[in-house]
């Protein structure tokens, strides 16, 4: 019997196939599906925030795009995945409320994914495929099997990356 | 400081649940009185959650849902989140133009109805927050609304964000508006910022031990 796991927000949870990982509603959140297909083990990772370095109460490391990242790569690690083999989807990120006020919190969409990608790029990991951006949620399920992304949202699709 | 929500006294939770009453009081009037129907209230809920079940207050993140969001600065610096299942919100667009129930769709919504959710929500947080500042003598401004139709989750993030950094706990104080006795209009949200809760409280002569 294969289990969909969920994620909630600021939470890290391995997945091995055929249990999938799915997170609901993204907004500003990114989700990062760190993934090796040779032992089909997966793991997603529902940020926050882009970095621990300002935060005053730095406990959860999933909850940031630096140590979320890491302690991914961490328990994967553990878990015998082989950090060469490792592949990166990342999905998230919007900007969820319209208005012209250019408060940083508007803006922390898009500062989450350069983040999640300067993190990335430091671990020398590739990101593969991403849905990034636009102004709508997205709930995000993950199959290690394959390393299909199913992205749903309201009004703008549905897609697997 | 309170940095440990769970500190929180009976009292301080008492006085808290006080502001969560004049303040949606004050909006559930208003909204009847723009409806030209009878608004009733629930008590207010006072919860210290941790981020992952927030979402759960209002169908899970993956519903589809209207929120309208306004933060307000000042000493005690605070956020407002009016969010509402989407079918509710096409029926609120429906009474307010004075149109039959059911012809504002959740898929189509054109200017007219999205600027009269915004008035609507414009309308409810203001009176919310005028009576905040009246009760606590505090001086609260209120940006100007955002609205956004989506995800629960999706709305709740961008506005959580603003406590990740800080805290891993959020204190929600919430009230549920009903019509028709058993019909849930929607839910209020005030996320008092974390350094914000002492102001409040001191305002109200409930001290922090």
Do not use: W
């Not at chain 2, 603003?162 to 508006?177: K, N, P, Q, R, S």
Request: proline share 4%; charged share 20%.
């Amino acid at each position: 019997m294969s289990k969909i796991i969920q994620v909630g927000m600021a939470e890290f949870k391995l997945a091995k196939s055929p249990d999938k990982l799915m997170t609901a509603g993204l907004g500003s959140c990114i989700g990062i599906c760190i993934f090796d297909k040779a032992i089909k083990l997966g793991s997603l990772t529902h940020i926050m925030l882009p970095s621990s370095a300002q935060a005053r109460n730095p406990q959860n490391a999933a909850k940031f795009a630096d140590t979320g990242i890491e302690l991914a790569l961490n328990e994967m690690g553990k878990n015998g995945a082989v950090q060469s083999r490792l592949l990166v989807k990342i999905a998230g990120g919007a900007q969820m409320f319209k208005f012209s006020g250019e408060s940083d919190i508007m803006k922390i969409g898009e500062r989450n994914a350069m983040a999640v990608e300067e993190t990335l790029q430091k671990f020398k990991l590739k990101i593969i495929a991403a849905d990034t951006g636009g102004n709508y949620g997205r709930t995000i399920t993950f199959d290690p099997e394959s390393g299909d992304l199913l992205v749903r949202t309201i009004g703008h699709g549905e897609r697997t990356i | 400081m309170v940095f440990d929500f769970s500190e929180l006294s009976g009292l301080e939770l008492d006085a808290l649940r006080e502001i969560g009453n004049i303040g949606a009081g004050n909006a559930a009037t208003a909204l009847a009185q723009m409806l030209g129907a009878k608004i009733d209230m629930s008590v207010p809920k006072v919860s210290i959650l941790p981020f992952a079940e927030v979402p759960e207050l209002i169908g899970g993140a993956d519903s589809h849902v209207v929120g309208l969001y306004l933060n307000a600065s000042g000493s005690a610096p605070a956020n407002i989140l009016f969010i509402l299942p989407i079918n509710k919100a096409c029926y609120l667009v429906d009474m307010l133009m004075s149109r039959p129930l059911g012809e504002t769709q959740p898929d189509n919504f054109n200017d007219m109805q999205l600027s009269a959710l915004m008035e609507l929500g414009n309308i409810i947080t203001a009176t919310y927050l005028n009576a905040l500042a009246m009760f606590t003598n505090l001086d609260f401004r209120p940006s100007v609304p955002a609205l956004g139709i989506d995800m629960a989750g999706a709305i709740l993030d961008a506005v959580l964000a603003i406590f990740g950094a800080v805290a891993d706990h959020v204190l929600v104080l919430e009230t549920e508006f009903t019509k028709d006795e058993e019909d849930i209009v929607g839910h209020f949200f005030l996320l008092p910022e974390p350094g914000s809760l002492d102001t409040i409280l001191s305002s109200l002569g409930v001290s922090i031990g």
